[in-house]
Structure formats: C-alpha cells, structure tokens
C-alpha cells in the first residue's frame, strides 16, 4: 500500500532541474505531494485528483498518469529554498477513503 | 496556521509503560491522522479518525490504540511501549473536513523508549 519513490537522493546545483517518480500497485483515488524540511512538519504542496491532471506553482509542479498509477513532481530551475525530503502520499480507488499512505520519501539537496 | 498541537513534544519512558499522545485541533476538521516517521520509512499511518468515535487502522497500528470522544481531540496510546516504538510521531488533520484535502501537520512528538 505504500507507494514507491524514486530516486531516494537527489543532489543538484542551484538552477538545476529534478523529477521525482511516485508509483502503486493499485490503482489511484488521489497523489498528494509534501516536502519536509529538517526537524519540521511535512508541508503541503499540491494534490492530483484526475487522471491527466498537471498542477504547479512557482516553479514545482506534478502530474497524475491514472493509467500508470503513477505521479511524478518536477522542480524547474532549483533553488536553495527546494532542498529537503518530498513525500508523495497516495489514496487508493477502491479503498476506504482516509487512507493516505505515504512513500519512504526523496532527499533533495541543492548546493550553491 | 491549522490550529493543530500535539502534546507532549518529547518524552522519555520506559519499556512496558503506557504512553498517550494528544492531537487537538481548533478547526472542527472531521479526518484525523497519527503518523509515526522514522528514518528510512517515510510517514506510516499508525491510526486515522473520521469523526467522532469513528476510526480505523492505518498500516503499522499494531501495539496501538486510539480514541476520539470528541471532534478536537485525537489521542494515540501505547498500552505497553517497547523500544521499536521509539519514533517522531506526527498529527494530521484533512483541511476541508474532506479525507482528499490537504493535510496540515502537528510539528510532532518525539517519543524515546529505553
């Protein structure tokens, strides 16, 4: 039920672009997207509701491959402010709504 | 700011002890959410609420229970903690009092079991 992540670590120069793949078993209601700062709470940044949906602010954004049950998140143009862990949290279809599972995460580091 | 705090941030005890973890919300949010975050795991959903008296395991809710008497109020209880419980425990509600809405975080519970 936990999603699998990939990469686990990415390091990158500031500037710098990264994806980062999230993808289930089963198939999805909802991929959420959270990043999380050391010793801080996980923050939101977006969710994905519909297949084929794409969503960004600032220079982040995701979208939602239903038919592959996967998600990926994409940082353009990588600032300092970016590094930390992004965890994608999936719902699946079918289950009991509530269930938010969370993957093991990806540990982001951009350097000057 | 989600009107969320957890209580206490840290705590030291002993093996075979009881522990109990509160969640308090000032938003009226119906979902809520105990998470434990350990290094290598990621987020694992121990409990979640979805309104009062109403809750359901998550995927690591063994050696753990949970009770909600009232819609601000979400406590985690170990009835006997062991060490493998040692861990940062986070708090969740749902904005939107809809589970698919974003989830605003406690800012955890750091549990230490000798």
């Known amino acids: 039920q936990q999603p699998v992540q990939s990469p686990q670590a990415v390091i990158l120069r500031e500037g710098e672009d990264a994806v980062i793949n999230c993808s289930s078993s089963?198939?999805?209601?909802?991929v959420h997207w959270y990043r999380q700062k050391h010793g801080e709470a996980p923050i939101f940044l977006m969710i994905l509701l519909k297949g084929g949906e794409q969503k960004g602010h600032d220079k982040i954004s995701a979208s939602f491959n239903e038919k592959k049950q996967q998600s990926s998140l994409y940082l353009t143009a990588s600032q300092l402010s970016y590094s930390g862990t992004y965890f994608c949290g999936t719902v699946d279809r079918g289950s009991t709504l509530g269930r938010l599972y969370f993957g093991r995460g990806t540990q982001l580091t951009v350097w000057p | 700011d989600a009107g969320i705090t957890q209580s206490p941030r840290h705590k030291v005890t002993e093996t075979g002890t009881p522990v109990t973890l509160r969640c308090h919300q000032t938003e009226n949010h119906r979902y809520m959410y105990w998470y434990r975050q350990d290094p290598g795991h990621g987020l694992r959903l121990i409990h979640y609420?979805?309104?009062?008296?109403?809750?359901d395991k998550g995927e690591v809710s063994d050696g753990y229970s949970v009770s909600r008497s009232k819609t601000e109020d979400f406590l985690l209880t170990l009835e006997s903690a062991t060490s493998s419980q040692t861990s940062v425990y986070f708090c969740a509600i749902s904005a939107n009092d809809r589970n698919t809405g974003e989830l605003f975080f406690g800012e955890g519970s750091r549990l230490t079991v000798l």
């Open positions: 089963k198939a999805l209601y909802s």
């Open positions: 609420s979805y309104g009062v008296k109403d809750t």
